[in-house]
């Protein structure tokens, strides 16, 4: 498969235990969300900062202290700052390709600990960085760990969690995105203030507290008895089995991986076969869910939150506190949904979700219509808290996206990835 990783017949309930193995396993291991999330929500924080404009982009700081220009879009075009951005997730897309080989042929420890090593290295350059071409350096090698944990944390917590919290740990990983995301904007927030001109470097630095967290976690934990049965280690996959199982009754389990194992290594032309009819309403439902979650724009609010805030109108300190906001709601979010996912469902959540982002973005589009222009100043703060509020309800609908992946293709079971399918 080209992700690595294979998926169970049956799906059944096998003896099992929640041992501290998997806990501990599971929390390190999910550390890779929390450094994807800060890398997500630091971005837009250091764009706003003028220390930082002043340094990398000049030509951009002129133009926000230009009271003639009367656009506020046209204050921030500019195709380098752009880059900043963009090249994260450009490196992240392109470093999935070889993620996959990695974490087939590696295991899901190692892919981790590589993207650990990229993670450092993207920190230390982007926190050091005297000039654009050091700064897009860093960018890229942390785009890169992006790519290598984006593809193996989920597998990893899928594989080694025990079927019955098998979705709330799944989740973790969403999780921990959100708290990176708002402990970024809570960063942002406060190295804004810093005198001196080096509060950006602070901002930038701090990614590697989940970083290193990361790196030490992968060297800690034990690979998954999936990825050790897939690489033909069928003793020492057994005996990690039955550690993180906490039982020596696992033989129906290791068999059933075995089994699994061996079939999928029977199928010659994975990609080839996505395109037969049979899968053709899975391979739909799939990309459908990836795409209209991308078209909700979320996304670009999440990158771009502080100074999207400001182009619309929202005051300076407002555009900086509603990013934390949003950040806070949106991990309050994701918490309900680690508690209700086993309880109420994928499907459920996913409806309930959809529903609260159509009435939000109705909603959003009349304010926008209605009060916003391209030389607004001052939105006003009822209008500032109304616009924050829908984001929460794209959280949910995003892991139960992923999660409802495993649902539509019957493969919730173990070692399925969605995102190593598309």
Request: glycine share 12%; with cysteine; aromatic share 10%.
């Amino acid at each position: 498969m080209a992700g690595g990783g294979f998926a169970t017949a049956s799906g059944g309930e096998f003896e099992a235990k929640i041992t501290p193995i998997v806990i501990i396993s599971c929390i390190m291991a999910a550390t890779g969300g929390l450094m994807f999330g800060y890398d997500v929500g630091v971005s837009g924080g250091v764009t706003s900062m003028d220390d930082f404009l002043k340094k990398f982009f000049p030509v951009v700081y002129k133009r926000t202290q230009d009271s003639g220009l009367n656009s506020n879009y046209c204050k921030y075009d500019n195709q380098g700052l752009q880059l900043f951005t963009s090249s994260l997730y450009l490196a992240g897309l392109i470093a999935t390709f070889f993620a996959a080989y990695t974490t087939r042929r590696l295991g899901r420890r190692l892919t981790m600990l590589i993207a650990g090593f990229f993670f450092i290295g993207g920190v230390v350059l982007n926190a050091a960085a005297q000039d654009l071409a050091m700064l897009i350096v860093g960018r890229i090698l942390l785009g890169c760990g992006v790519g290598f944990a984006n593809q193996a944390v989920p597998l990893f917590l899928s594989e080694i969690a025990p079927t019955r919290i098998r979705g709330g740990l799944n989740i973790l990983f969403q999780l921990n995105v959100t708290v990176g995301i708002l402990f970024a904007n809570l960063v942002n927030y406060g190295t804004a203030k810093i005198k001196g001109g080096w509060g950006w470097r602070v901002s930038l630095g701090l990614a590697g507290i989940p970083a290193t967290l990361l790196t030490l976690g992968a060297l800690l934990v034990v690979d998954t008895p999936n990825s050790l049965i897939e690489r033909g280690h069928l003793d020492e996959g057994k005996k990690v089995l039955k550690r993180i199982r906490g039982t020596e009754n696992v033989e129906p389990e290791f068999l059933e991986l075995v089994e699994a194992s061996r079939v999928a290594k029977q199928v010659k032309h994975p990609f080839r076969n996505l395109l037969m009819r049979r899968n053709r309403p899975q391979l739909i439902i799939a990309l459908s869910l990836q795409i209209f979650q991308q078209f909700t724009g979320i996304n670009a609010i999440m990158f771009y939150a502080p100074v999207l805030f400001n182009t619309v109108g929202f005051q300076q300190n407002s555009s900086l506190y509603s990013s934390v906001i949003t950040g806070a709601v949106n991990v309050l979010s994701t918490i309900v949904s680690v508690y209700s996912v086993d309880k109420v469902g994928r499907r459920l959540l996913l409806l309930e979700a959809g529903v609260q982002m159509f009435l939000s973005q109705v909603i959003i589009a009349i304010i926008l219509g209605v009060k916003v222009t391209d030389h607004s100043n001052d939105l006003g703060k009822g209008y500032e808290m109304t616009e924050m509020v829908w984001k929460r309800h794209w959280l949910w609908k995003r892991f139960m996206d992923d999660d409802n992946l495993d649902e539509e293709n019957g493969k919730g079971g173990k070692g399925f990835d969605p995102h190593s399918q598309l």
